[in-house]
């Protein structure tokens, strides 16, 4: 989840006329369970204000299993966690205390300091089951860096569906295809999960600077190239371009948005725009005051994770 050390992906130069750089996540093993990592990669940061990208499972966890992220500290950075399985409890130093379950949206954005953590617990972890979702941070805008921090859920009914052709898509963030999502996403940018039948074709947003696009399963062609489950690609601005659905379907993430005016320092859970913000941030939460300084721990919460 959130709080993992990096580990890099491979990217991989393709036709230039057709992709910018093809993404091929490299896969941990948490113990239960898997995570591939397409974001940050070696030659490409971001997409839009997408610094961060796991793929978290599919897995299956027995009864009685699940797993406890700590309490841990952001800065700088908005998360986004989007579940297609399973159901993960979220508490954080705002006193949330929430659920998200498939198809709903949790945004948490740190601003200049949040603490909370991800369990699997009380019933959902007694009576196991599958996990399939996403995590992905946004780096924020320079004026929301030193901002308060916030929380909001969107649960699936109020997140608007586009279907047509075979293609049936959630807008988790931002505006795309002419929807808006009711979440107030941090930034100018596109967030959507789509589900393609065999052979159905999705032209990609055209009124956004970068868009990538991540196959989650099946596998998806463009301009005559087949992409499996497993790979980011990215794509050059500007270009019109539709991917079409291979024969046994797919389901991709897609995402983009507004190039950032500037590069990001990332630096464990932390994202900024200075390396000073990431030192304070590192003292702030080596200092330990969790009742009275910058970082609190959730009510209910006792441990956290420390520094590495």
């Known amino acids: 989840m959130s709080q993992i050390p990096s580990f890099h992906p491979l990217d991989t130069s393709v036709d230039p006329d057709v992709i910018e750089t093809l993404i091929v996540p ?14 940050p990669a070696p030659r490409r940061q971001m997409v839009g204000p997408f610094i961060f990208f796991d793929q978290v499972g599919p897995a299956e966890f027995l009864k009685g299993e699940g797993f406890d992220v700590r309490p841990h500290p952001h ?10 399985e399973g ?7 705002l006193g949330t205390d929430s659920w998200i379950a498939p198809g709903a949206v949790n945004l948490m954005v740190a601003g200049q300091g949040i603490t909370h953590s991800e369990r699997i617990d009380g019933e959902a972890r007694a009576a196991g089951g599958r996990m399939f979702g996403l995590q992905t941070w946004l780096a924020l805008p320079d004026a929301m860096e030193d901002g308060p921090a916030r929380f909001e859920h969107a649960g699936a009914d109020r997140l608007p569906v586009i279907e047509e052709g075979g293609v049936r898509l959630r807008l988790m963030l931002g505006n795309a295809y002419g929807a808006v999502s009711p979440v107030a996403a941090p930034g100018e ?48 601005p500007g270009d019109r371009l539709s991917l079409r659905a291979g024969p046994g379907g797919a389901r991709i993430a897609l995402l983009g948005g ?51």
Do not use: C
């Not at 868009?211 to 497993?230: D, K, T, Y």
């Open 258 to 308: 507004a190039t950032m005016p500037g590069p990001r320092h990332i630096w464990w859970n932390f994202v900024a725009s200075s390396r000073d913000r990431i030192e304070a941030a590192k003292e702030a939460w080596r200092a330990g005051d969790f009742t009275h300084g910058r970082f609190r721990l959730p009510p209910g919460e006792s441990e956290h994770i420390p520094l590495p």
């Open 75 to 84: 800065i700088g950075l908005a998360t986004v966690t989007y579940l297609l």
């Open 87 to 93: 159901r993960i409890h979220h508490r954080d130093s």
């Open 189 to 236: 940018l596109f967030h959507a999960d789509a589900e393609l039948a065999p052979g159905a074709q999705l032209p990609l947003p055209d009124d956004h600077e970068d868009r990538g696009v991540h196959v989650l399963s099946g596998s998806i062609e463009v301009a005559g190239q087949s992409f499996a489950a497993g790979r980011m690609m990215v794509f050059r």
């Open 26 to 39: 490299r896969a941990r093993d948490l113990g239960g369970f898997e995570v591939r990592r397409a974001l």
